[in-house]
């Protein structure tokens, strides 16, 4: 509950460098999750929304707390907050994971970054939640992912939902860690593909190994279930110096919430969760 205190205060602080802010009821309350224990790369991704998040939040006239400790994620405590973020995770206890689904079961709303789709059995995030993975994400396991984290060009598929109605036709994204899936979300006809990563990008990675480049394919990156208010974005990975070519350990080399395009992607992905009445439109096929 630590981190949590301390983002509340935070957030007074932005709210009260104006008075007249301070006078207006927030547009709705988000409540972001996060572990930020082992990758130093989603670790600085999480740094970096601890950050950007409450700026967003004072700028935007929404409240913005975040906590580490997922035994928050119950009924109790969901029941205060209109948007749920993944930033790094998921939940791993049962009465966790039934907590979340009847939250979205029940008109609730959700934002997930990179991690937080990640499922690979065997490894310390088993695929052991069917109905996260297959049924509210759709994509299944993780299967691959492109290295070294680099920008790729973005292509998006549906400019009318209003997460993307600001957008480009295409734009560069900030450095990332790109995931391939079990699933082809083509197939899934609940899941709406909102960016997917254009060919102008092959070959996209480094490596050094050979099938961390990736030559060719269809590769979604931000989507929606029609049946939930929910938003997956695999951005959330940046570039570390991991080898310490650079002096110091783990220096962060690239940020992700950098991008005016893509910090708008975001921005308006998370009013548009957290505005009870606005539905998304139907897909233009």
Same mark, same amino acid.
């Given at each position: ?18 008075? &007249? ?9 988000? /409540? ?40 928050? %994620? ?12 993944? %930033? ?8 966790q994971r039934a907590a979340f689904q009847t939250y979205m079961d029940h ?51 549906d400019r009318n939902h209003p997460a993307t109605h600001n957008l480009p036709?295409?734009?560069? &994204? ?47 990156? !931000? ?33 992700? %919430? ?7 992607? /975001?921005?308006?992905? %998370? ?12 897909? !233009?096929?």
């Open positions: 509950m630590a981190a949590l205190k301390v983002l509340r205060i935070a957030a007074l602080i932005y709210c009260c460098s104006g008075l &007249s802010a301070c006078t207006r009821k927030p547009a709705f309350r988000v /409540i972001a999750f996060f572990t930020a224990k082992e990758d130093q790369a989603h670790i600085s991704f999480v740094r970096e929304a601890e950050r950007w998040f409450p700026e967003m939040a004072a700028k935007y006239k929404f409240t913005y707390d975040a906590t580490s400790d997922w035994r928050n %994620l119950n009924a109790e405590f969901l029941a205060a907050y209109h948007v749920v973020v993944f %930033l790094d995770t998921r939940p791993e206890e049962p009465a008109g609730g709303a959700w934002m997930g970054f990179h991690f937080a789709g990640f499922a690979l059995t065997p490894s310390a995030y088993p695929a052991n939640w069917d109905w996260y993975h297959n049924t509210f994400l759709g994509s299944g396991s993780y299967v691959s992912n492109t290295w070294r984290p680099t920008s790729a060009m973005l292509r998006v598929e036709e295409t734009f560069k &994204s900030s450095p990332n860690e790109w995931y391939r899936w079990e699933n082809d979300l083509r197939q899934n006809p609940d899941i709406h593909i909102l960016l997917s990563i254009d060919s102008s990008s092959f070959p996209l990675g480094t490596g050094p190994k050979v099938h961390e480049i990736w030559h060719s394919g269809y590769y979604p990156v !931000v989507w929606t279930n029609k049946n939930y208010k929910m938003l997956y974005l695999n951005m959330g990975h940046n570039d570390m110096d991991y080898e310490h070519k650079y002096g110091a350990t783990n220096q962060t080399l690239s940020y992700t %919430l950098n991008n005016t395009i893509q910090d708008q992607l /975001i921005i308006d992905g %998370l009013l548009w969760l957290g505005d009870r009445e606005k539905k998304a439109p139907r897909a !233009v096929r």
